[in-house]
């Protein structure tokens, strides 16, 4: 089996870790526009094979399915792309809407799976958490807390550099994007939000801090209502 990665960063070399880990044997076939991530890939054992463009990966390697690990934002046109050349796709999450009927239009029409990263859902302390509601059968309330401080999450890189830095990727579209889905499905759809937002924070971001965040959701086994803090500084704490 030969994959092809769309991206050399942080993802998409811990998806090639992980690849490799599960299969040895699996190709890895790498894309990614910055040379010296090419080359990292290369160097590290990451990447069979290396190339600037989509086009030029399919011609070479004829892989069998793509996955998209490049900065949210060009989540869209990438896979828009991978389609066209009538691959499977698997897709890190992404944190804009851009594209999203198109791309699932598109994967129907041509019967190609299009599956988006929802890592939380499979996890067995989550899946636990969802037996454990269920089980009680009775209302119960949750306080949800998590996230970490900007510029220690990614040290080696300017947080003000990546997608937390956009007003469209960042605040809490990358945790509620990543968590919301198991939430949901251990305690049910969401009734009614309440959101509190100010900006106390000096770490000069173009979008206010959410500090506080209460849902109500309507548990399918039982009711229940949440709470996500985020500390203002936070990357997100939920």
């Known amino acids: 089996m030969k994959l092809l990665i769309v991206g050399l960063g942080s993802m998409g070399k811990r998806r090639a870790r992980l690849t490799k880990g599960i299969d040895a044997a699996i190709q890895i076939v790498g894309v990614d526009t910055a040379e010296s991530r090419r080359d990292e890939a290369l160097r590290l054992g990451l990447a069979d094979a290396a190339y600037a463009t989509i086009g030029e990966a399919v011609a070479a390697e004829h892989p069998d399915a793509a996955l998209v690990c490049t900065a949210p934002l060009a989540h869209a046109a990438v896979i828009g792309e991978l389609l066209d050349h009538d691959l ?9 809407s851009d594209g999203y009927r198109e791309n699932m239009a598109k ?15 499979y996890r067995r302390e989550t899946q636990y958490i969802k037996q454990q509601v ?15 401080y900007l510029p220690d999450w990614h040290p080696w890189e300017n947080y003000k550099n990546f997608f937390v830095g956009n007003a469209r990727t960042g605040g809490v579209r990358e945790i509620f994007g990543i968590d919301l889905p198991w939430l949901l499905d251990a305690f049910g759809d969401v009734e009614s939000v309440t959101v509190q ?20 959701p309507q548990g399918r086994r039982a009711g229940c209502s949440g709470r996500r803090r985020r500390q203002p500084q936070g990357r997100a704490q939920l």
């Open 88 to 96: 499977p796709v698997f897709t890190e999450l992404n944190l804009v």
């Open 107 to 121: 994967a129907a029409a041509k019967k190609l799976p299009l599956f988006l990263s929802s890592t939380m859902l």
């Open 134 to 148: 269920a089980e009680f059968g009775k209302p119960v309330h949750y306080i949800y807390h998590i996230g970490q």
């Open 197 to 216: 937002k100010d900006t106390i924070s000096d770490l000069g971001l173009p979008l206010p801090r959410l500090r506080d965040a209460a849902a109500a």
